[in-house]
Structures are given as structure tokens and as C-alpha cells.
């Protein structure tokens, strides 16, 4: 598991802890039952406050992408598919419309924009670079 945290990025260290295990769980470095860090561990890691990591645990637990078991430590939950897929859904919203608002600057058409689209996609399913 990776996690990189920004000093003065304005985003709290515990939303920067928390955002990065999220990230880690759905790229599946993180698989379903996997144990995470103590967060004593962690936050010695992290050289940050374990109420930082605890919190970030907190609501990843909250958000249902872990369990925490009493004497055995946190885990990534084995039955949060539709909240992984859910998750993936709104990243690709955020792309696209991305990719919808450069297209506009670049003065492509609608219909350029889903040709380009299909392209793409017919492009990766046969084996080539994916580009998404």
C-alpha cells in the first residue's frame, strides 16, 4: 500500500490518509479481506498523530470500505463490490466530463467527441494500449 502525504496541501492529513486507502482498495492493491496497518503502525509510518490515522480509519469504516474486528485489526470489506463499483462510476464521471469540457476548448463537435469515444474504446478492446 502506498500512501504519499502533502504538508500544507490544504486537504487534512486524515482525508490525505483516507482518500489514499480508498484508492488503494479499488486499484486492488488492497484486496478484499486484506488486513490494513495497525494504526499505531501506520501513523509511525506516516511520522503522523495516531488520532490522524484513526480517524481516517473511522471513516472508511463509516463509508463501508473496511471492518475493524476488536483485537484483530482493520480490513478491506469482502462485500463492498457495489460500493466499488459505485466508486469507479464517479471517477469516470469526473474523467469524462473532464474530456467533455477540453474537447469544448478544442472546438470538437458532439459527434467528433463520440467518434473519437468509440475509437478509443473499440481500439482497447482489441488487445491495444489502453489509454483510459
Known amino acids: 500500500m502506498r500512501i ?10 486524515f482525508e490525505q490518509i483516507k482518500d489514499a486507502i480508498r484508492e488503494n ?6 484486496p478484499a479481506g486484506g488486513q490494513l496497518p495497525s494504526v499505531r503502525e501506520l501513523s ?3 511520522k503522523v498523530s495516531i488520532l490522524t490515522v484513526k480517524k481516517a480509519y473511522d471513516e472508511l469504516e463509516q463509508e463501508g470500505f473496511i471492518t475493524t474486528r476488536q483485537g484483530l485489526g ?9 460500493l466499488v ?5 464517479k471517477k469516470l464521471e469526473e474523467r ?9 476548448e478544442a472546438g470538437l463537435s458532439r459527434q467528433e467527441l463520440l467518434s473519437l469515444t468509440d475509437y478509443l474504446y473499440e481500439d482497447g478492446e482489441h488487445g491495444q494500449q489502453d489509454r483510459v
Do not use: Y
Not at 482498495?25 to 488492497?30: D, K, N, V
Not at 466530463?97 to 469544448?104: D, G, N, P
Open 44 to 46: 509511525r509510518d506516516l
Open 85 to 89: 463499483l459505485e466508486e469507479k462510476q
Open 74 to 82: 482493520s480490513f478491506v470489506r469482502g462485500d463492498n463490490a457495489a
Open 4 to 13: 504519499v502525504l502533502i504538508g500544507g496541501s490544504g486537504v487534512p492529513l
Open 25 to 30: 482498495i479499488l486499484g486492488g492493491a488492497l
Open 96 to 104: 469524462l466530463l473532464e474530456a467533455i469540457r477540453l474537447s469544448k
